[in-house]
């Protein structure tokens, strides 16, 4: 219902700041994977292959009128798929929890999604047909497109979306993996958000948990769980000697998350986090 192209409406990097002069089609959607949310949020990612930016397009009149979530349509995703997404929702629910813009609202979902990641996204990883697992990691992903509506994520997907922008052969969701570690020992390292993080590992399921490091062990279990704890950035082509560049970059063309990270990160620190992750 609009003239020109997508890139013409994204508001960041080389995007043409356009603003919607009509009103768009209803969106509809039905969910066939469970890791982004958008069935619950008025935006979505694009990625320009040219100038290798991959920046969020997102306008109030892109929610969806209806959603339709039936964990029946994902049972066919691939085992690695599977963990990918479950994975990106689980870092949804986690960013959203310790964001500094989480209110009671978002936390409320924030929390009941965790449970059920923990509990359940190893099942639908081991076996795709288990309907029961299927339904509780769909339920948790439309729980992190709320999330991401009524808060706000961190830092971790924008570090993320510089390096899938310049290798797409990476998925967003191991993208995410591949930093995790770094990321959330970057601010546990320096003592932030440390009774949240006690909460999220109890919450996965590490009940003995009593201390901020609990939660990378509590995470380190997840991925285990889920067969990607070995991922490794070379594996997706990504070079140790971008990393500065990406860091530099991230900072320059993706500000806004880093606004609610716990602690102002610097291009140091983001370089920091991607050296610490590369192996």
């Known amino acids: 219902t609009n003239p020109g192209n997508i890139w013409d409406y994204c508001q960041k990097g080389s995007g043409g700041r356009k603003q919607p002069e009509n009103a768009p089609l209803p969106v509809v959607c039905i969910s066939t994977t469970a890791g982004t949310g958008s069935e619950a949020d008025n935006s979505g990612m694009v990625t320009n292959s040219v100038t290798k930016e991959k920046l969020g397009i997102g306008f109030q009149s892109l929610f969806p009128v209806l959603s339709i979530v039936d964990p029946e349509l994902m049972v066919s995703v691939p085992p690695a798929l599977t963990a990918y997404q479950g994975l990106d929702t689980f870092f949804h629910l986690a960013e959203g929890y310790l964001s500094k813009k989480a209110n009671f609202f978002n936390e409320m979902f924030s929390i009941t999604g965790i449970e059920k990641i923990g509990s359940y996204l190893g099942r639908a990883v081991k076996d795709g047909k288990d309907l029961e697992a299927r339904e509780n990691v769909a339920f948790a992903n439309t729980l992190g497109g709320f999330v991401m509506s009524t808060g706000k994520l961190l830092s971790q997907h924008s570090l993320e979306h510089i390096l899938s922008a310049y290798h797409p052969n990476l998925p967003h969701g191991a993208g995410l993996v591949l930093i995790s570690r770094a ?7 320096r003592g932030l958000c440390a009774e949240k993080f006690v909460k999220i590992a109890k919450t996965l399921g590490f009940k003995e948990a009593n201390e901020p490091k609990d939660f990378l062990v509590a995470l380190e279990h997840l991925l285990q769980e889920c067969g990607v704890a070995d991922l490794t950035m070379n594996q997706f082509g990504i070079k140790e000697d971008e990393l500065p560049g990406f ?16 602690i102002a990160l610097t291009v140091k620190d983001c370089e920091e986090i991607y050296k610490r992750s590369f192996k």
Not at 183 to 189: M, T, V
Not at 248 to 260: G, I, K, N
């Open 247 to 262: 860091a530099q970059e991230v900072r320059t063309s993706l500000p806004l998350a880093f606004d609610c990270d716990p």
């Open 183 to 189: 990321y959330f020992g970057f601010f546990i390292e």
